[in-house]
């Protein structure tokens, strides 16, 4: 099936592990983006993609890196997890504004609980 | 800066009830329009969108939302509610041609029988 694939679905981390969330899109879609939602505050855009090899900052890029290595791919990693990274990560992506279908399609999530 | 907001937290309707949640936006320019639906535990579902032309737009699941330029308003609405339409909504705003979206807090919808 055609859409956004996330990995993993859940996971705990102690304070100061690191991991790495990884998102893949089979639509070739040049836009992505990973998210943040927190109970009451909506979906916070943490970092996007253009293009392969491109990455940008979003409203809350503090304690995120990110890689855009291909079209398909773009990763999300925390290198020192803290207790305030405890939420639910959404990784879309969409096409570009000049094509029909502009919306973006979003991964199932990832629920992460730091401890 | 772009801002949207939606002022009701929470929504119960009737089944067969009309339904409208209400979206208010700040944006300099005209904004790219959008609705979407959260069912729990799953990521977030494109409802409909608007970029120009006709203000009155219609989506999937038989809901339509209405751009107000002067109110600078996208409600969105149903004419008759289904149990099935229990979910969390989301009205989120995007650039022209840019690169962000920023969505609002989220109405929740509860459905009674």
């Known amino acids: 099936n055609a859409g956004v694939t996330q990995t993993p679905k859940f996971q705990v981390l102690k304070t100061g592990q690191s991991m790495t969330l990884q998102c893949a899109q089979d639509?070739?879609?040049?836009?992505m983006s990973w998210y943040r939602q927190d109970p009451g505050m909506g979906l916070r855009l943490i970092h996007y993609s253009v293009g392969e090899g491109t990455t940008a900052k979003g409203e809350v890029p503090d304690g995120y890196n990110v890689s855009r290595l291909n079209k398909r791919e773009f990763s999300l990693r925390l290198e020192s997890a803290a207790p305030s990274q405890t939420s639910v990560y959404f990784c879309a992506s969409r096409a570009k504004p000049t094509e029909k279908h502009y919306g973006y399609t979003f991964g199932s999530g990832t629920r992460l609980t730091v401890v | 800066a772009q801002s949207v907001t939606q002022p009701d937290i929470h929504i119960t309707v009737s089944e067969g009830a009309s339904l409208e949640l209400r979206c208010n936006y700040s944006y300099g320019a005209t904004p790219y329009l959008f609705w979407y639906v959260q069912s729990p535990g799953q990521g977030l579902q494109l409802l409909l969108k608007?970029?120009?032309?006709?203000?009155l737009v219609q989506g999937i699941k038989g809901f339509e939302a209405e751009f107000k330029r002067s109110q600078s308003s996208f409600n969105l609405r149903k004419p008759s509610v289904h149990w099935s339409d229990a979910a969390e909504y989301f009205c989120a705003v995007g650039a022209s041609g840019g690169f962000k979206t920023i969505f609002g807090a989220g109405t929740r919808l509860f459905v009674k029988a």
């Open positions: 608007y970029f120009s032309g006709d203000t």
């Open positions: 639509m070739n879609h040049e836009y």
